[in-house]
């Protein structure tokens, strides 16, 4: 679950909090009330903001615009780092994204804050303005790594100067482009979508990368996540995929709560699932097959059908096998749509 802490500086700023957080049912929520709260009183604000900016996903201070950019200034790392913050005034009536209003999710944020306050959503972000296409927004929405957020602005400020701009894509579009991105023409700036990083089809390359790969792990009792991520490292480089793509990890449920694995999908943010062997023999597929591995877990291949399983999808790259780890990678069936959100299947 994300994570959200809300600050406030008045009896009425607390409040307004107090309605807001229940509008966010996706995320945790803490509230730092400070003038009504008697233990916050003599904290820093300084220190509160330092410590938000590295743990949380949203923060929202209900006060002064002022005194949120003075508290989070020292701290910003830069567009695909910061979280999202939002300001909303004591009463309720504005609510601004200051930070991350498209990677962070802010825009967004703040007009569900706005709609369920009744208030009025503040937005700046120039492609929210003029309804202009926000290719960080889409690819968010649609659980697309961003690799490269410094050639973001190359992308916008073309659709902004009304210049057409290009996308490349390994996937099926379908449904209508949006206004001025076009499949064909050579555009100086431009964006793919797709799991090969090192194409550069035009001057400015934005790739985007769809989180739609699992991993299916498999591996001796005992084996260290070093040796798991070693041999994950190397499937990746083999199968020309990057990490970026990877949403999740998957395995046979006797392993469920091997320390190895788990270290190693907490270290990368992995959801980690398992499946009975009865689950595993049910995906569908062509899989490698080991009488070994079928006399000791049931099922004759656990890497390559945790993978199929997990995801729903299809093989791209088949066994690896090192150090006693062996991993598969698979990928969810995913089209290009413009006109509504998707990602990992879950």
Same mark, same amino acid.
């Given at each position: ?14 409040? /307004? ?23 916050? #009183? ?25 005194? =949120? ?36 999710? =802010? ?10 306050? %009744? ?23 649609? #659980?697309?790594?961003?690799?490269? +957020? ?6 916008? &400020? ?10 490349? #894509? ?35 390359? @934005? ?7 699992? @991993? ?13 991520? %070693? ?9 020309? @995929? ?8 998957? #395995? ?6 091997? +320390?190895? $694995? $788990? $270290? ?16 595993? %023999? ?13 006399? /000791? ?20 790259? &088949? ?6 780890? /062996? ?20």
């Amino acid at each position: 679950m994300k994570h959200a802490k809300f600050v406030s500086f008045t009896l009425c700023g607390a409040q /307004t909090v107090q309605k807001a957080v229940k509008l966010l049912p996706d995320f945790r929520c803490e509230r730092y009330a400070r003038t009504v709260d008697a233990s916050l #009183s003599g904290t820093s604000l300084k220190r509160f903001a330092q410590q938000a900016m590295v743990d949380c996903d949203l923060i929202v201070f209900v006060g002064a615009t002022g005194i =949120a950019v003075r508290a989070v200034a020292p701290y910003l790392m830069g567009k695909a780092y910061d979280p999202a913050v939002i300001v909303i005034d004591e009463q309720g009536k504005f609510v601004i994204p200051l930070l991350s209003g498209h990677l962070g999710g =802010a825009n967004k944020i703040a007009e569900i804050l706005a709609q369920g306050l %009744q208030a009025v959503p503040v937005l700046t972000t120039a492609t929210d303005g003029r309804q202009v296409f926000a290719v960080d927004t889409w690819a968010k929405a649609h #659980s697309c790594a961003v690799l490269e +957020p410094h050639y973001i602005k190359y992308v916008s &400020g073309a659709l902004l100067r009304g210049e057409t701009v290009g996308v490349r #894509s390994d996937f099926p579009i379908e449904g209508l482009l949006p206004a001025r991105i076009d499949l064909k023409k050579d555009a100086e700036s431009g964006f793919t979508i797709g799991f090969r990083t090192d194409a550069q089809p035009f001057t400015h390359t @934005l790739h985007l990368v769809p989180r739609i790969a699992y @991993l299916g792990i498999g591996c001796r009792k005992g084996t260290s996540a070093d040796a798991i991520e %070693q041999t994950v490292q190397a499937a990746l480089a083999s199968a020309k @995929l990057p990490w970026q793509a990877i949403c999740g990890a998957a #395995s046979i449920d006797i392993k469920q709560n091997e +320390p190895g $694995l $788990l $270290l190693f999908c907490e270290k990368h943010g992995l959801p980690f699932r398992t499946f009975a062997a009865e689950q595993l %023999q049910d995906a569908q597929g062509e899989f490698s097959r080991s009488a070994f591995v079928q006399q /000791t877990v049931g099922v004759d291949n656990v890497c390559e059908r945790a993978a199929v399983y997990a995801s729903h999808g299809r093989l791209i790259a &088949g066994k690896w096998a090192e150090d006693g780890v /062996t991993t598969a990678i698979a990928v969810s069936d995913w089209t290009v749509r413009f006109d509504e959100a998707g990602g990992c299947n879950g």
